[in-house]
């Protein structure tokens, strides 16, 4: 799944031209879910940069532990929680990658998930609200997932789904056909990512230096995947 993102200054305006930002961006070296986080979500007919709560937690959830942080893109419409969401309240995580951790004999080892080129990822995700009174809100979000390529299969089995610049606007689009959302619910092209090992110092969500993310020895991607 994906438990810890790493989400270094981007040029957002640069990935999505015309976006509107109310609000710093939130970025960090390791950061975990049940915090605010930034995400981008259409409002008005325009894409904007606003912050919520990671870990969805519609109106009837009791216990905040139990909000999800990630749905599972085959279980979307099957599952109450995420399916009116799916329908109609989708947005976007950018980040700079995802951790995922490796079992292996003497304890799991971390990776960072990043694009080949180090090039910032816009994540999909699912929001709700929950409305604590006739003028405050509180909002709330899950990434969804999907299974992992075969190149990254050896480290996670899944990873959240990676929305290409060029379908964000349609992604966002309440009015795009479901056919159409499910296609981009798809595993990322094996020559877009790539893994490389990291401290395991990213196993604390306390440590949040720049270090974090600093490669621990080479990056697995296609290209040395063939060799």
């Known amino acids: ?35 605010p986080l930034s995400i981008i979500r259409l409002e008005a007919g325009r894409p904007r940069l606003t912050q919520a709560f990671w870990g969805l937690t519609p109106p009837w959830l009791e216990v905040l532990d139990h909000a999800p942080h990630c749905a599972r893109a085959e279980s979307l419409e099957r599952r109450a929680m995420f399916r009116e969401a799916f329908a109609a309240r989708r947005c ?11 079992p292996r004999p003497r304890g799991k080892q971390p990776y960072l998930v990043t694009r080949v080129d180090r090039g910032p990822l816009l994540l999909a995700g699912l929001w709700c609200r929950f409305h604590t ?54 595993p990322a092209p094996g020559e877009l990512l790539g893994a490389f090992p990291v401290s395991r110092r990213v196993n604390d969500p306390d ?21």
């Open 92 to 102: 976007l995580v950018p980040a700079g990658g995802v951790y995922a951790w490796q």
């Open 207 to 227: 440590h949040q230096e720049a270090a974090c993310a600093y490669p621990t020895g080479p990056m697995l991607c296609r290209n040395t995947a063939k060799e």
């Open 1 to 35: 799944m994906a438990g810890r993102l790493y989400i270094p200054p981007l040029d957002l305006e640069r990935l999505m031209p015309g976006l509107a930002i109310d609000v710093p961006p939130v970025t960090g070296a390791n950061l975990a879910p049940r915090r």
């Open 133 to 186: 009174g006739l003028t405050e809100h509180h909002d709330s979000f899950a990434l969804i997932t999907v299974a992992a390529n075969d190149l990254l299969t050896p480290i996670t089995d899944r990873l959240p789904a990676v929305i290409d610049a060029a379908d964000a606007a349609a992604w966002l689009d309440p009015a795009t056909p479901r056919d159409t959302l499910r296609e981009r619910l798809a």
